[in-house]
């Protein structure tokens, strides 16, 4: 029951994240699913996605050929399971200050707090985050490194008559 007081609807969530920049940093959870009910298997996903392939690219790279076979494994079996990570990455800092992350600014609020949500794909990946000074005089670089890993298992049981 306390729970449900945290609790945020996807609609909303997915736009504070647009609104903290963080759409322009990988792909959301949607890009994700789309690609997966397409087809590519997790290894082909978590190779594009780590090159930072963007959602355009990754429609793109289906041909014809893919999608009827998809599409004929779907038809023989129709049992099938997704399942994605993200990472928030949030912080604090002074409201005048400026912040980047991977390279990219973000937008603070006004008391001076951001968060991020981006795809967790299977990566090693190092975030850099960089905050600097109104003035230009200060700088803090943090950088969490993030080492994810998921394991696929998928058993088909005889039928017994």
């Known amino acids: ?10 609609g909303v969530f997915e736009k504070i994240y647009e609104l903290s920049g963080g759409a322009q940093l990988g792909m959301s959870s949607a890009d994700i699913m789309q ?19 963007s959602s355009e690219t990754l429609s793109s790279q289906f041909s014809a050929e893919k999608a009827r076979e998809v599409e004929q494994t ?3 079996r129709k049992f099938w399971m997704v399942l994605n990570t993200e990472l928030i990455v949030y912080g604090a800092t002074e409201p005048d200050a ?7 600014p973000v937008r603070l609020r006004p008391d001076g707090t951001f968060s991020i949500r981006m795809a967790l794909p299977d990566t090693d990946i190092d975030i850099p985050a960089v905050g600097v000074s109104a003035d230009k005089i200060d700088e803090i670089t943090i950088m969490p490194e993030v ?3 998921t394991h696929y298992s998928k058993k088909e049981k005889e039928l017994s008559l």
């Open 1 to 10: 029951q306390g729970d449900e007081k945290w609790m945020v609807k996807d």
């Open 35 to 53: 690609a997966m009910a397409r087809g590519m298997n997790p290894e082909e996903f978590s190779q594009l996605i780590t090159r930072g392939v």
């Open 74 to 76: 779907k038809k023989q």
């Open 98 to 104: 400026s912040v980047t992350l991977m390279g990219k």
């Open 147 to 149: 080492h994810k890993r």
